[in-house]
């Protein structure tokens, strides 16, 4: 991918593209990948990098979501886990089957979860990754060495997915890019241009880098802005209600020895009503989440003390030792898109299915849903491009559509020698994967900050050097991009430690 040759294209291009595409998070790359994949002209534009917003922040889980279940989402459950089993075909290289225990301290608890998650594999019909089962208590202390044994009486052992968000998201535009679609990142979207009707005909938008403004005419505009949507539905009509609310969830990255297993860990019910995952991922811990509202969004959430305690808690009545603050190698935070739904005001009980509207001025959003449905949120979203514009096109094929996956194997001098990235990950994520700052690199092409955050602040001017001479940049921009980098990093960083510990209730 060569951002310079996509942004003559768009310059050169006079007709109407087929679709233009709003956001490139995880629901914007699906759009893109269908409608390229359908043999349609598409364009997509995001503001900033590719998952810099929710898309890079979740659970790295590809899952069915066993508490909505609990719910009674049927719906939701089924196809989140038809969805599921699509990616493990598709996506093979970053998706993965990862083994869950549930500690049961009670009989109730067994046969509460074992029902359950029998029901879940029901659901998951052809899509099964195995059957779950009771386990004893031996056997769960086998699967979880760490984990309180103090009233230990078994667990419940399922299967779901597991994998990394922001490369997978690369992945998915790189695939939109082999089949034809012009793909752009720091490109935003800056007025809506409408015809004599009312009606949606075009755009222009901002080159970032440069300050350059281009116009575009469109057929159709499909807004998957995520958490920023109600900003772009403004901007097509200033009286649109706001569509969505907010929640934010948070997550620690903690060294494997709090929990010496390859299995992960689901605490089923937080002290919120919420459950818990402490996940081996990438050589590491994640803890998470929380589900706390919030009244506005930030490209770059910051953690609340009140969470950082909150999963703390929560998690050392799991875990042997007890994490502290001085364990945690890095926080990051994230938001929620939810619908509304009447005046509910716990965000935890909202509905995670997706939500399509298509506005008085053939707006198209599409918002809501969860990494594992993004495929079938972007089919839906396209299949209702097509029919408001009259498009010539046939159905979707994405079901069936491989995921482009890098073959070539990366050798050298690692970046550090606790993390799995080398120089040469740096050098293709310029030349290959659109990346343009050091927090692209860092923070989506590898996942070093979200890894740890202090070996991410060293490596940081290595990562400029290379990106510099990549590039053609000079030492002002090595200067700028490293303190721009230097400050994101602040949120990432752990706290300072407490001088006195927090006190843990071994509760079940």
């Known amino acids: 991918m060569n951002r310079s040759e996509v942004l003559e294209r768009v310059r050169n291009r006079l007709e109407p593209w087929d679709i233009v595409v709003i956001g490139g ?3 914007g790359a699906g759009c ?26 979740s659970t790295k889980l590809v899952h069915g979501g066993v508490r909505y279940l609990a719910h009674g989402d049927i719906s939701l459950v089924r196809e989140a886990l038809k969805e599921r089993g699509i990616l493990f075909k ?14 049961c301290y009670s009989l109730w608890q067994k046969i509460f979860f074992g029902t359950g998650l029998k029901i879940y594999d029901l659901l998951s019909g052809k899509y099964s990754l195995g059957r779950s089962r009771i386990l004893s208590r031996e056997q769960t202390i086998e699967h979880l060495p760490t984990a309180v044994a103090d009233g230990l009486s078994g667990g419940v052992l399922y299967f779901d997915g597991q994998f990394d968000d922001a490369r997978l998201l690369v992945d998915l535009v790189k695939t939109a890019d082999s089949k034809g679609a012009a793909i752009l990142n720091y490109a935003k979207v800056t007025s809506v241009e409408k015809d004599l009707s009312g009606k949606i005909s075009g755009l222009v938008f901002e080159d970032v880098e440069t300050k350059e403004a281009l116009s575009i005419f469109a057929k159709a505009v499909i807004n998957a802005t995520g958490i920023f949507c109600d900003d772009l539905r403004n901007l097509a009509d200033a009286t649109a209600p706001p569509l969505l609310v907010y929640s934010q969830g948070i997550h620690l990255v903690l060294d494997r020895k709090f929990l010496k297993s390859e299995d992960a860990l689901m605490i089923p019910k937080t002290t919120d009503g919420r459950v818990l995952f402490c996940i081996p991922w990438l050589g590491s811990l994640l803890v998470g989440t929380t589900d706390t509202p919030v009244d506005h969004v930030e490209i770059e959430p910051k953690a609340l003390e009140s969470e950082i305690d909150f999963i703390l808690k929560n998690a050392a009545k799991y875990l042997s030792p007890a994490p502290t603050r001085g364990d945690i190698l890095s926080i990051f935070a994230g938001i929620r898109p939810l619908v509304r739904s009447g005046t509910t005001a716990n965000t935890a009980k909202l509905a995670r299915g997706h939500f399509l509207e298509t506005s008085s001025s053939g707006l198209i959003t599409i918002t809501g849903g969860k990494w594992t449905t993004y495929r079938r949120m972007a089919e839906d979203a396209v299949d209702q491009a097509i029919r408001i514009a009259e498009l010539d096109s046939g159905k979707s094929n994405t079901s069936n559509l491989k995921i482009l996956a890098n073959d070539e194997l990366t050798s050298g ?35 070093i900050l ?21 590039l053609t940049r000079d030492d002002k921009w090595i200067e700028d991009q490293l303190n721009d980098f230097r400050q994101l990093a602040q949120s990432y960083l752990p706290p300072i430690p407490s001088k006195q510990p927090l006190h843990h209730e071994v509760q079940h």
């Open 25 to 27: 998070g995880a629901t």
């Open 32 to 57: 893109a990948l269908d409608a390229a994949s359908r043999g349609l002209d598409v364009l997509l534009l995001e503001r900033d990098d590719f998952g810099k917003g929710t898309s890079s922040r």
């Open 90 to 103: 598709n996506a093979p290289h970053v998706v993965h089957k990862l083994a869950f225990v549930i500690p």
């Open 413 to 447: 001098q690692r970046m550090n020698p606790q993390l799995p990235y080398f120089e040469e990950d740096v050098r293709r994520a310029v030349t290959d994967e659109l990346a343009r700052t050091v927090e692209d690199v860092l923070a989506r092409r590898t996942r």
């Open 450 to 470: 979200f890894l740890n955050a202090d070996a991410a602040l060293e490596i940081a001017p290595r990562v400029a050097a290379i990106m510099a001479d990549e």
